[in-house]
Structures are given as structure tokens and as C-alpha cells.
């Protein structure tokens, strides 16, 4: 069975196979049986936060002490250091030029050619993000209290966050629906973006109201 029981995100590879994150390792299905991977495998932590997919059939394993990538033989780990701290890996997911882009921390980072780079947004060093994701078309990164930030067409858009009544402030997840629809889970209920803007989501108003939004 699961390497550990507690579960936090699952996905899918390119053979059909599930991978499940844990608080002690993660695990493959394969349909039949279950095969565990942990620091004794090459890990960088068991602390796995969460588990995707590339269009490489890579798996990559967000943990509280770097990002490791399971190339089908092995785990190659990388590590994020600023401010002297090393910093937990809140999203990472591959692009088509074979880099890698990650958030961790409230930093962006990209790896190529197995070397950690510092990314800046526009060449701002003050922004903080707290939320990262991408489709094939576009990048959305959030920043803390800043905005949206948008990258088409090899260009960085600057997305304000909407003026209400409370301080819109920050994203706390970006999900990527199947009807192709990009919402944002805030500390003001749900979003989508449309038309390079951020507008509220037509969920019911039960749903946009309750702020445990992270559980939906």
C-alpha cells in the first residue's frame, strides 16, 4: 500500500501509472502493486508536499528541503537557498525550452542544464509569490499584495488584483480546470482569469463566501 497514509496530491503519469505524495515518501501504482520511494531511495525528504508529471513522463516531487526529479532510474534533487535558508518547494513544473521553473520560498527559481538560477519578474526584487503554475499557452506567478504576472508571447503582464472591500492580497492556489478555465483561489474567495483581467468566479455564493476556500 501507501508508503504513508497521509495523502497530499496525486497525478498520473504518461504509462497510466499513479503517483501519490505523502508525509513519508511517495508511491507509484501501477495498477497491481505499489512500489514506495523514500530518502533511502534517493529523495530529498519525505516531507512530499505534492507530485506531477512533465510531458517528459519526469515525476517531480515538491518537498519541504528542495525539488527531486524522478527520471524513471533515478532522483536528481535540487535545493534553494536564500537569505542563508534553504526553502521548502511550493510548485515546479517543466517548460518547452526543458527548464525547469520553480517557487519556493516566496522566490522564483529556474533550473537548466541541472544549475539553480535566481528568476526575476521584470527585474523586481522586492516581489514575494506565493503561488506558481502554467499551462501550455502561459505562466500565471502571484505575488503577495502585488498582482498577477502573466507570461505570453515572451512577455511578463502585469494583472492588478481587484479593489474590494477587504485587501485583496494574495493567491493561495491557481488550478488549472479541464474546460480549460484558470481559477485563483484568494483571501477573497475564487477567481478566473479572462481577458488578461481577474473576475470573480459564477461559483454559488455559498461556495465564494466560506473562507476555508483552500479545501475546495
Given at each position: 500500500g501507501?508508503?504513508?497514509?497521509?495523502?497530499?496530491?496525486?497525478?498520473?503519469?504518461?504509462?497510466?501509472?499513479?503517483?501519490?505524495?505523502?508525509?513519508?515518501?511517495?508511491?507509484?501504482y501501477?495498477?497491481?502493486?505499489?512500489?514506495?520511494?523514500?530518502?533511502?531511495?534517493?529523495?530529498?525528504?519525505?516531507?512530499?508536499?505534492?507530485?506531477?508529471?512533465?510531458?517528459?513522463?519526469?515525476?517531480?516531487?515538491?518537498?519541504?528541503?528542495?525539488?527531486?526529479?524522478?527520471?524513471?532510474?533515478?532522483f536528481?534533487?535540487?535545493?534553494?537557498?536564500?537569505?542563508?535558508?534553504?526553502?521548502?518547494?511550493?510548485?515546479?513544473?517543466?517548460?518547452a525550452?526543458?527548464?525547469?521553473?520553480?517557487?519556493?520560498?516566496?522566490?522564483?527559481?529556474?533550473?537548466?542544464?541541472?544549475?539553480?538560477?535566481?528568476?526575476?519578474?521584470?527585474?523586481?526584487?522586492?516581489?514575494?509569490?506565493?503561488a506558481?503554475?502554467?499551462?501550455?499557452?502561459?505562466?500565471?506567478?502571484?505575488?503577495?499584495?502585488?498582482?498577477?504576472?502573466?507570461?505570453?508571447?515572451?512577455?511578463?503582464?502585469?494583472?492588478?488584483?481587484?479593489?474590494?472591500?477587504?485587501?485583496?492580497?494574495?493567491?493561495?492556489?491557481?488550478?488549472?480546470?479541464?474546460?480549460?478555465?484558470?481559477?485563483?483561489?484568494?483571501?477573497?474567495?475564487?477567481y478566473?482569469?479572462?481577458?488578461?483581467?481577474?473576475?470573480?468566479?459564477?461559483?454559488?455564493?455559498?461556495?465564494q463566501?466560506?473562507?476555508?476556500?483552500?479545501?475546495?
Amino acid at each position: 500500500g501507501l508508503v504513508q497514509s497521509q495523502a497530499n496530491s496525486i497525478c498520473r503519469d504518461n504509462m497510466g501509472h499513479l503517483w501519490v505524495s505523502t508525509m513519508g515518501g511517495v508511491s507509484c501504482y501501477d495498477g497491481k502493486n505499489f512500489k514506495n520511494y523514500t530518502t533511502n531511495n534517493g529523495l530529498i525528504s519525505n516531507i512530499a508536499y505534492s507530485v506531477s508529471c512533465d510531458s517528459f513522463n519526469n515525476i517531480l516531487i515538491c518537498t519541504d528541503k528542495g525539488l527531486s526529479v524522478f527520471n524513471g532510474r533515478k532522483f536528481i534533487s535540487y535545493t534553494f537557498n536564500y537569505n542563508k535558508k534553504n526553502h521548502r518547494v511550493l510548485n515546479a513544473f517543466s517548460t518547452a525550452s526543458h527548464e525547469y521553473m520553480v517557487l519556493a520560498g516566496s522566490r522564483l527559481f529556474t533550473i537548466k542544464n541541472n544549475v539553480v538560477e535566481p528568476y526575476l519578474v521584470n527585474n523586481d526584487t522586492t516581489l514575494q509569490f506565493t503561488a506558481l503554475a502554467s499551462n501550455n499557452a502561459s505562466i500565471f506567478a502571484a505575488a503577495y499584495k502585488k498582482g498577477l504576472f502573466v507570461y505570453e508571447n515572451h512577455n511578463w503582464l502585469e494583472v492588478a488584483y481587484p479593489k474590494v472591500k477587504e485587501e485583496f492580497c494574495f493567491v493561495r492556489k491557481i488550478d488549472m480546470a479541464k474546460n480549460k478555465s484558470t481559477y485563483f483561489l484568494t483571501n477573497d474567495g475564487i477567481y478566473e482569469y479572462k481577458f488578461n483581467d481577474l473576475a470573480r468566479s459564477n461559483f454559488p455564493k455559498e461556495i465564494q463566501e466560506r473562507n476555508d476556500i483552500g479545501c475546495i
